[in-house]
């Protein structure tokens, strides 16, 4: 198989311990962003990313960030940069959020750093992207479903705004902000937490080129990307070649009462070791908030092929990235978006409906590869909080909590991931400790467990979905605002295994009594009232009577599973009882009801 990729002369010693260094370096970052936050966003649920890219605009060093972030965006919004500012000097810092440009959404405020030389020469850039638990939108949430364009979203837009000139703070953007932004403290914190971040990118790669030399490390970045491309080549020549054509679609919501539908074209050529991902055939934007803008979607792809290689020796930078063609255009739902449209949940529901049927798809096309769909996100547990804190002297406050989201896709090789929160994060964010969210903010969490017989149903089993109820504390009113996906469209599963749970999101009222709440909403609480969270399961991979008997008994004993669920899907027969532990596999029996069950499919 000749590929044409280049075979340089380098020293893998050095090339090792230069790829070492530079990840190292953005874990600093990443180290710096995640102590000295403010916002609960960031320094509990670590929704950010720290990332450094050579001076033509590639990535090549990402640690532990979210793939919805990093895989591609960050490269786009250096370009633009470059475009506005052609000149870049040594102290310059950019303000990018900008969704036509690059970005993710309006909510990830990024910080761009050209790492300039003494002798002014541009060498890299470090760039560090921070949810905000306020961008200025014209409610208090990042996520707002039900706008019909940028315009009635209301989040400040900068485009590739000078923020620092000579290392010092351009006032006029900093007065905006503190103007704009609902809590203005808070963002203040997180802007100095993100400007530190990369401001020690800035001077360790200015140290590790002294050390080396400049050209040294111009020399181990080509290398680097080419044993990147090899090794996604090689993995990629393992699959066999296939096509398919898959379709989801995210549900009903304001602006499009009929829901989305999602149609991906997934292509792999072994022979070539290249995979295609055309999302061409698609609606235009749509008049609601839920649009991908150019990042998103190509990312969306992305982070579903990186999973369905179940190879994770391949480095994630522009290199391997070369052995991917993902085809989008402009004006698209999940393309390159056109303003007005507003794309402020672009990180999450329709970007998972891009992910997941891709992962599916590749699951079908190469048995032992691909994924289950992971639980579609962003029910009430993982709402945005907002109101006044009656414990510091009715003090606003605005958040995004993690409580309660599950939903990981069952893969060729193990169950779902529990936590891993939706499929563009791949679990690099956190959920919440419930006693830290109960001091930072006026709530009181009344519970949160894991529900039994929602997970996707397989040979590996997806995650089950989680409840979470939660409300505000005496003399307190306080709005969650939400925008859940998956209360009719489920996590599908794949190879013969089934579908998770559907999302749900209720309130209850002071009397005790149960209402259920739309799927995109912003509900009022007060004293006494609640809100109850379900969370979607992920779907299955591979027939639930090929699980192992052992790993159907653990659930079982867990509780994750009921009795009758394991008979009835698992064809689990068991001797003994869970009270004294004695619960044990029958296997004589199980084999039976296993064929019993296998015939009447």
Not at 121 to 129: S, T, W
Not at 379 to 400: A, L, T
Request: proline residues 6%; glycine residues 10%; hydrophobic residues 40%.
């Amino acid at each position: 198989m000749n590929l044409n990729i280049p075979v340089r002369r380098t020293d893998g010693v050095k090339t090792a311990i230069l790829a070492s260094r530079f990840e190292s370096i953005a874990r600093k970052m990443q180290n710096t962003l995640f102590r000295t936050a403010r916002s609960g966003i960031l320094n509990t649920a670590h929704d950010f990313s720290c990332v450094i890219l050579t001076a033509d605009c590639r990535l090549l060093a990402a640690a532990e960030s979210l793939p919805s972030h990093t895989l591609t965006g960050p490269d786009i919004m250096c370009r633009y940069v470059m475009k506005y500012h052609p000149d870049l000097k040594k102290g310059d810092c950019f303000l990018h959020n900008s969704p036509y440009e690059g970005n993710s959404h309006a909510a990830d405020h990024c910080l761009i750093v050209p790492v300039v030389d003494d002798g002014g020469v541009l060498r890299f850039f470090v760039l560090a992207k921070a949810h905000q638990a306020d961008c200025g939108n014209s409610r208090p949430s990042t996520y707002l479903g039900d706008v019909a364009d940028v315009y009635e979203e209301g989040a400040l837009i900068f485009s590739a705004a000078k923020i620092q000139s000579d290392y010092e703070d351009n006032q006029d953007l900093i007065r905006m902000c503190r103007a704009r932004i609902r809590v203005s403290d808070q963002w203040w914190g997180d802007y100095l937490a993100t400007l530190g971040a990369v401001r020690i990118g800035e001077r360790e790669i200015l140290e590790l080129g002294k050390t080396f030399g400049w050209a040294e490390l111009d020399n181990y970045a080509e290398s680097w990307f080419d044993y990147s491309e090899r090794k996604m080549a090689d993995a990629i020549a393992r699959l066999p070649s296939g096509k398919r054509v898959v379709t989801t679609a995210h549900d009903p919501f304001p602006g499009v009462p009929d829901g989305i539908p999602v149609k991906a074209v997934v292509e792999v050529d072994a022979t070539a070791a290249m995979i295609r991902v055309d999302l061409t055939d698609n609606p235009d934007c749509q008049p609601c908030g839920l649009n991908l803008t150019e990042g998103t979607s190509m990312s969306a792809a992305m982070v579903a092929i990186f999973n369905s290689l179940i190879d994770h020796t391949v480095p994630v930078n522009a290199g391997s990235f070369r052995r991917l063609d993902i085809r989008i255009r402009e004006n698209c739902c999940v393309g390159i978006p056109r303003h007005p449209a507003s794309c402020s949940v672009a990180t999450t529901n329709l970007a998972d409906r891009v992910a997941n049927p891709v992962q599916r798809a590749l699951a079908e096309i190469a048995p032992g590869f691909g994924m289950a769909e992971t639980g579609p996100i962003m029910p009430p547990g993982m709402g945005v909080i907002s109101g006044k804190d009656p414990r510091h002297e009715n003090e606003p406050f605005v958040n995004q909590i993690h409580i309660g989201v599950t939903g990981g896709a069952g893969t060729p090789v193990t169950d779902g991931f529990l936590s891993i929160i939706h499929v563009g994060n791949a679990g690099m964010c956190h959920l919440d400790c419930i006693e830290v969210d109960e001091l930072h903010h006026p709530i009181f969490v009344a519970g949160r467990r894991l529900v039994p017989d929602t997970e996707g149903a397989g040979t590996f089993r997806g995650a089950p979905s989680m409840l979470a109820e939660f409300g505000p504390v005496a003399g307190c009113e306080m709005k969650v605002l939400y925008t859940a996906d998956g209360t009719i469209t489920p996590a599908l599963g794949t190879r013969g295994g089934t579908e998770g749970a559907r999302t749900q999101a209720l309130k209850r009222g002071l009397d005790g009594s149960l209402i259920s709440l739309p799927a995109c909403y912003g509900a009022e609480l007060i004293p006494g009232e609640t809100v109850v969270s379900y969370s979607s399961g992920g779907g299955g991979y591979g027939s639930p009577l090929q699980r192992a008997p052992e790993r159907v008994l653990h659930d079982l004993r867990e509780g994750w599973i009921t009795p009758d669920r394991a008979r009835e899907v698992y064809g689990l027969i068991t001797t003994g009882s869970p009270d004294d532990d004695s619960l044990a596999v029958d296997l004589d029996a199980t084999k039976v009801q296993r064929a019993a069950l296998a015939a009447n499919l």
